[in-house]
């Protein structure tokens, strides 16, 4: 499939928002699907990830309970809702998917990537 995510932008700590990550093609309803963040200087980060069902999440333990993944299958899109944005969160955000149904925090577990879409958040 291919990937692309939006909804990135400047935000004050304490706000939220949601990305997106809008999928082609007509397999994506059996991916598993994550989203993966990167600060300049920094490794490739695990945020989170959703089943192909959607039943079952995974999170990193630094955003438990402030991020929530999400998916529409009849939409092709994924989400991520992110509140309490803290300037640590400040990254490129990129969303992966996984053919094999892999949601884990491996990124080379997944197969196919979207571009990054930057979130900034200020103190």
């Known amino acids: 499939v291919q990937l692309q995510a939006s909804g990135g932008g400047l935000v004050q700590a304490g706000g939220s928002l949601r990305l997106s990550c809008a999928a082609s093609?007509?397999?994506?309803?059996?991916?598993?699907m994550g989203w993966f963040r990167q600060a300049p200087g920094k490794e490739r980060q695990f945020i989170a990830a959703i089943s192909w069902s959607g039943l079952r999440t995974n999170y990193v333990d630094s955003v438990k309970g402030r991020f929530t993944i999400s998916r529409d299958n009849a939409k092709n899109t994924v989400y991520l809702q992110m509140n309490s944005l803290k300037p640590e969160d400040t990254a490129a955000y990129y969303c992966?998917?996984?053919?094999?149904?892999?949601?884990?925090?491996?990124?080379?577990?997944?197969?196919?990537w979207g571009q990054g879409t930057l979130v900034t958040v200020s103190s």
């Open positions: 992966a998917g996984s053919a094999r149904g892999y949601y884990g925090s491996t990124a080379n577990q997944y197969d196919d």
């Open positions: 093609g007509r397999t994506f309803s059996s991916y598993a």
